[in-house]
């Protein structure tokens, strides 16, 4: 069984996005960015939700074919672009770059996915995470948290039908007093 992990940055106040889907509040580091970039090299597969689609695809396709592209950026693109990813939508007929649409039944393809062989999955967001954090689908959690409060957004979690029961498995500090805390989920 493969195991499924969430994995995101958010606001300390719990959003992954602020009012109108900005993401500007992040803050940025080498180390940080690095770590991300580690992070796709070692995924086998990453599951995205449209919006999450669209940032990452409107970007990274062709970061690193831009003029101040930095060697993090051009190693992360590439990454990025040869990991399998899978697109979980019903407003988008195409997706590129070594990716799957699914249209249908996202927690039953999430479940398939997760019985078959191979290497560790991400999901990734708001909407996708909610289904499969009521199925109880996801393994880990790792919360990248920045120090910034946004006052609104996209909440990093939604409302559950059941508690998820956690234990610490990592803790980590980034400059700029980013912090990365990564979580298994207790069955």
Same mark, same amino acid.
């Given at each position: &069984?493969?195991? #499924?992990?969430?994995? &995101?940055? #958010? ?10 889907? @900005?993401? !500007?509040?992040?803050?940025? %580091?080498?180390? +940080?960015?690095?770590? *991300? /970039?580690?992070?796709? !090299? %070692? ?9 999450? *689609?669209e940032t990452m695809s409107s970007h990274w ?12 950026? =051009?190693?992360?693109? !590439? ?7 899978? $697109?979980?939508? /019903?407003? =988008? ?7 799957? +649409? $699914? ?19 991400? =999901?990734? !967001? ?33 409302? #559950?039908?059941? *508690?998820?029961? #956690?234990? +610490?498995?990592?803790?980590? %500090? ?5 912090? +990365?805390?990564?979580? @298994?989920?207790?069955?």
């Amino acid at each position: &069984m493969r195991n #499924l992990t969430f994995a &995101m940055n #958010l606001s300390l106040d719990g959003y992954i996005a602020a009012p109108g889907d @900005e993401l !500007g509040w992040s803050v940025s %580091s080498n180390e +940080l960015f690095q770590w *991300w /970039s580690d992070r796709v !090299g %070692s995924t086998d597969l990453a599951l995205y939700g449209r919006k999450l *689609w669209e940032t990452m695809s409107s970007h990274w396709p062709t970061a690193d074919q831009q003029p101040d592209a930095t060697p993090a950026q =051009i190693e992360y693109a !590439g990454r990025w672009r040869d990991m399998r990813k899978v $697109v979980f939508s /019903s407003t =988008i007929s195409t997706v590129d770059w070594n990716t799957r +649409l $699914v249209t249908g039944d996202a927690v039953g393809e999430i479940t398939r996915l997760k019985a078959d062989d191979g290497g560790p999955m991400d =999901i990734g !967001g708001a909407t996708l995470a909610a289904a499969a954090m009521r199925a109880g689908l996801i393994d880990e959690y790792v919360l990248v948290t920045h120090p910034v409060l946004v006052g609104g957004g996209t909440p990093v979690f939604t409302a #559950l039908d059941n *508690w998820v029961n #956690l234990s +610490l498995a990592e803790a980590r %500090s980034f400059p700029g007093g980013v912090i +990365l805390t990564r979580y @298994e989920t207790r069955r």
